[in-house]
């Protein structure tokens, strides 16, 4: 025996198929219900027929029904009010980054972009107009916005709560997809300028011999340690300070929670970046080593060697460098998170998104390694020459105080010797002068 009613039910023992409760609430609309209640169903039953028991209900509810109809109007109707007014707030809170993104996927007519979700809560609007002015039914209205069609089934899912935001209507999963790739593109951009960056901060740091990079032949532990460190730190400076930037002139708001998601996936990608990069180049070399070309400018292999060993290298040494920032970034963004168990996911699909950015990120480490590099050597080069003019500014000095000391001894002595030759020569004339006097007396 089946048993029709139109609300959560249990196991009674009543055949009261023509029973219509009226229940459902979705995105805020208050429940409403009319007719009998389970209780009265159950009541009527075993007043009757108190043998029968623990016969399966089906729910159903009829979906031509009126009070159903104008309940689910306004459950759809209130559900577009609210997804007008998220995404006017996902536009305002584009900044710099996020908003150049926008402007490109509309451009383009790219992905999930505004102009598609915009278009889509346009269309549910005019789709509800119709159902208003009796222009169209709404069975077909519902399956336009939603994308799927209103059975008993389909609304005892709606009494039940199943159904979100983002899932309820395409309008909403499209305004999902499209704020989730608005906050995304921002930490890509974030993770992957902190890893680049850290790598031109190592390398800064190696020429002034403050720190070396990850596999560098004969440097201490400590070197390295210094920076891996360096790199960590300066990952979690350059992630934060570009998510924070992002917030300037817009309505977006950077919170503390985002600031300690931030510092722990930047430190971790920028650690990782002198790392990919340092793993990245001893994959392309051992690919020119096994390949006979490891120095190509003295190689006597052939152009076609060359050319090949040269392809490779670079494809490997690309690879290495992507893959293993992608997968620091996967790693990183669900251990922020919390989402522990989806660490090896995470980690896989990243790296294989790394691999396929591989070209951006290894031309970022490329040029960040070489002017990180540069500028540290000149900053050494100026300190050389600058500690070089102290050092002979100061040889001078030294010098010069020694040769004036040496002067003035000079002109001392030079003056106690004409005094006394002086007074040798005042007294040999006084003596001359007493034996002439003697000698004419």
Same mark, same amino acid.
């Given at each position: 025996?089946?048993?029709? !009613?139109?609300?959560?039910?249990?196991?009674? *023992?009543?055949?009261?198929?023509?029973?219509?409760?009226?229940?459902?609430?979705?995105?805020?609309?208050?429940?409403?219900?009319?007719?009998?209640?389970?209780?009265?169903?159950?009541?009527? $039953?075993?007043?009757?027929?108190?043998?029968?028991?623990?016969?399966?209900?089906?729910?159903?509810?009829?979906?031509?029904?009126?009070? +159903? &109809?104008?309940?689910?109007?306004?459950?759809?109707? *209130?559900?577009?009010?609210?997804?007008?007014? &998220?995404?006017?707030?996902?536009?305002?809170?584009?900044?710099?980054?996020?908003?150049?993104?926008?402007?490109?996927?509309?451009?383009?007519?790219?992905?999930?972009?505004?102009?598609?979700?915009?278009?889509?809560?346009?269309?549910?609007?005019?789709?509800?107009?119709?159902?208003?002015?009796?222009?169209?039914?709404?069975?077909?209205?519902?399956?336009?916005?939603?994308?799927?069609?209103?059975?008993?089934?389909?609304?005892?899912?709606?009494?039940?709560?199943?159904?979100?935001?983002?899932? $309820?209507?395409?309008?909403?999963?499209?305004?999902?997809? $499209?704020?989730?790739?608005?906050?995304?593109?921002?930490?890509?951009?974030?993770?992957?300028?902190?890893?680049?960056?850290?790598?031109?901060?190592?390398?800064?740091?190696?020429?002034?011999?403050?720190?070396?990079?990850?596999?560098?032949?004969?440097?201490?532990?400590?070197?390295?340690?210094?920076? %891996?460190?360096?790199?960590?730190?300066?990952?979690?400076? !350059?992630?934060?300070?570009?998510?924070?930037?992002?917030?300037?002139?817009?309505?977006?708001?950077?919170?503390?929670?985002?600031?300690?998601?931030?510092? !722990?996936?930047?430190?971790?990608?920028?650690?990782?970046?002198?790392?990919?990069?340092?793993?990245?180049?001893?994959?392309?070399?051992?690919?020119?080593?096994?390949?006979?070309?490891?120095?190509?400018?003295?190689?006597?292999?052939?152009?076609?060697?060359?050319?090949?060993?040269?392809?490779?290298?670079?494809?490997?040494?690309?690879?290495?460098?992507?893959?293993?920032?992608?997968?620091?970034?996967?790693?990183?963004?669900?251990?922020?998170?919390?989402?522990?168990?989806?660490?090896?996911?995470?980690?896989?699909?990243?790296? +294989?998104?790394?691999?396929?950015?591989?070209?951006?990120?290894?031309?970022?480490?490329?040029?960040?390694?070489?002017?990180?590099?540069?500028?540290?050597?000149?900053?050494?080069?100026?300190?050389?020459?600058?500690?070089?003019?102290?050092?002979?500014?100061?040889?001078?000095?030294?010098?010069?105080?020694?040769?004036?000391?040496?002067?003035?001894?000079?002109? !001392?002595? &030079?003056? %106690?010797?004409? %005094?006394?030759? &002086?007074?040798?020569?005042?007294?040999?004339?006084?003596?001359?002068?007493?034996?002439?006097?003697?000698?004419?007396?």
């Amino acid at each position: 025996m089946v048993v029709i !009613v139109t609300i959560k039910v249990r196991k009674v *023992s009543y055949d009261y198929s023509k029973l219509n409760i009226n229940s459902i609430g979705v995105n805020g609309v208050s429940p409403t219900t009319s007719g009998a209640s389970v209780s009265e169903v159950e009541q009527n $039953y075993f007043s009757s027929n108190q043998n029968s028991q623990n016969i399966d209900i089906e729910v159903k509810y009829d979906v031509e029904d009126e009070n +159903i &109809q104008n309940i689910i109007y306004e459950s759809l109707n *209130s559900q577009i009010k609210e997804l007008e007014e &998220q995404y006017n707030t996902a536009k305002s809170s584009n900044g710099w980054i996020s908003g150049t993104w926008d402007w490109f996927k509309n451009t383009l007519n790219l992905g999930a972009s505004s102009e598609k979700a915009y278009d889509e809560i346009e269309k549910a609007k005019e789709e509800l107009e119709k159902f208003e002015n009796k222009e169209a039914d709404l069975k077909d209205v519902y399956q336009n916005i939603t994308g799927r069609e209103l059975t008993s089934d389909e609304v005892e899912l709606l009494a039940n709560g199943s159904f979100t935001s983002k899932d $309820y209507t395409l309008a909403g999963q499209k305004l999902y997809n $499209y704020t989730q790739g608005q906050q995304m593109v921002v930490d890509i951009v974030g993770d992957i300028t902190s890893g680049v960056v850290s790598v031109g901060v190592v390398a800064f740091g190696s020429a002034l011999g403050i720190c070396a990079a990850p596999f560098t032949a004969g440097a201490s532990l400590s070197l390295v340690a210094a920076g %891996v460190g360096l790199a960590a730190g300066s990952g979690a400076v !350059v992630k934060t300070l570009i998510k924070a930037s992002d917030c300037i002139g817009n309505e977006k708001e950077y919170a503390l929670s985002d600031f300690g998601y931030d510092v !722990v996936t930047g430190s971790i990608n920028g650690a990782m970046g002198p790392i990919s990069n340092a793993l990245g180049g001893a994959g392309g070399s051992a690919v020119m080593k096994a390949l006979g070309c490891e120095a190509l400018e003295t190689t006597t292999k052939s152009a076609l060697n060359q050319t090949v060993a040269r392809t490779l290298s670079k494809v490997v040494n690309c690879g290495i460098d992507g893959s293993l920032s992608g997968a620091a970034d996967g790693f990183s963004r669900a251990l922020a998170e919390g989402r522990f168990e989806d660490i090896p996911k995470d980690t896989f699909i990243s790296g +294989i998104g790394g691999a396929v950015a591989s070209p951006l990120i290894h031309t970022g480490f490329d040029v960040a390694g070489k002017v990180g590099g540069g500028i540290g050597g000149e900053v050494l080069k100026l300190y050389s020459n600058f500690m070089g003019e102290t050092i002979s500014d100061e040889v001078v000095e030294v010098v010069s105080k020694e040769a004036s000391e040496a002067l003035q001894d000079e002109i !001392v002595q &030079q003056t %106690v010797e004409e %005094v006394e030759e &002086q007074a040798t020569k005042e007294a040999s004339e006084a003596l001359q002068d007493e034996i002439v006097q003697q000698t004419v007396e």
